[in-house]
């Protein structure tokens, strides 16, 4: 795994493409819009990609898709939550289309990465509506070598006993409960910004 500045992490077991239709992108995938919507979210400022950056989407017994900004082409790239999530129907059912070729799939669980990831001095934060004041923090997340594991539309995984063992930093953007993209998308903002 090459050094990167910025690894967004999300888990999602309730994908499920047997009974997929586009036509009815949430009701008949699991909630694959939310995932498309955080991949757009961790890889896209205005029009062009974020530098080195990469967003892990582990979808149950599919395995994990790696996107990653050093390896995708922002031409081909699908920039729309319709478009990219029927391109990741494509590759979650290994026919993947060209613009999402260079996106690998691995069969490893959300916990060995975590552990990958210390082991490589990652500084890892867990992104929760109880935590440290993420603007407070903001001066302390290091300018590279840093994951955020972002919780899907139940948000289940964040405040899980498997995660909790880890004993990472919490961070919140306070109470209310966002949807993971506007987290995301809030992240990416104040990092550029803290540039
Ligand atoms: C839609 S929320 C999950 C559902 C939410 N926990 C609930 O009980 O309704 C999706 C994820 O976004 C992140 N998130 C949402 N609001 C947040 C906040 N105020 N501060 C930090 N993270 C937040 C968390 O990782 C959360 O698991």
Redesign the pocket.
Known sequence: MVTLSTIFI?KSDTINLEKYTIKDLPGSSGRLD?IARCVLAALIRDDSFIEDTQIWTFLGNYGAFIFDTNKLDYQTFPKNELKLAKAMVELIQRNSPDSLRNVPIKIATIIDIINELMQKKYTIY??????KD?LRELQFIPSIKRAF???????????SEEICRFNLS???????????S???RLIQIYLERKK
């Open positions: 999300i939310v867990i992104l929760e509506e109880r935590g993420f594991v972002i919780g899907n539309q139940s948000g289940d995984f964040v405040s919490n961070l919140s953007f306070g109470p209310k409960s966002y949807l993971a506007s987290i995301i």
